[in-house]
């Protein structure tokens, strides 16, 4: 790994913030290891988001909407300052419906930053994950 790429999150939008919620998955994860369920993690890491005093809301449910009818609804396993989703997994591996599901979260709040964390794995797995660009923030050349 090159240096450009060992740098490549540090400029991110929410950088703060997203330090503190992996700083904070970490510490659940060391004292947990692998091998409980998802519930047990999101347990443990509400307990640590409060403990740092990060402030969060847990199990947030958001209403889904096609041609301006609600649909259904989701309920993201966190809301972290009402900035960052963080969503938790405890699988073997993660594939690309869990990014693909991410963004999707991230449509549906109009958010923009998302952390993917996998407690099943030695070291702990942590994914970020973008809301995909808009058309409206393409170049105007492209829109032409």
Do not use: W
């Not at 692998?34 to 209403?63: D, H, K, M, N, T």
């Amino acid at each position: 790994m090159n240096l450009k790429t060992r740098k490549a999150g540090k400029n991110l939008r929410n950088a703060e913030i997203t330090q503190q919620i992996i700083a904070a998955a970490i510490r659940v994860h060391r004292e947990l290891g692998p091998g409980f369920l998802e519930s047990i993690y999101e347990e443990a890491l509400a307990v640590e988001f409060a403990l740092s005093g990060i402030q969060f809301i847990r199990q947030y449910s958001i209403p889904l909407f096609y041609r301006d009818h609600q649909i259904g609804e989701h309920r993201l396993d966190f809301l972290v300052e009402g900035k960052i989703i963080v969503e938790l997994k405890a699988i073997s591996e993660l594939e690309d419906i869990h990014f693909a599901i991410g963004r999707s979260y991230l449509k549906a709040t109009n958010l923009d930053d998302g952390l993917l964390l996998n407690f099943a794995t030695i070291p702990l797995t942590i994914k970020r994950f973008c809301r995909e660009r808009r058309s409206n923030d393409l170049a105007p050349d492209l829109l032409a």
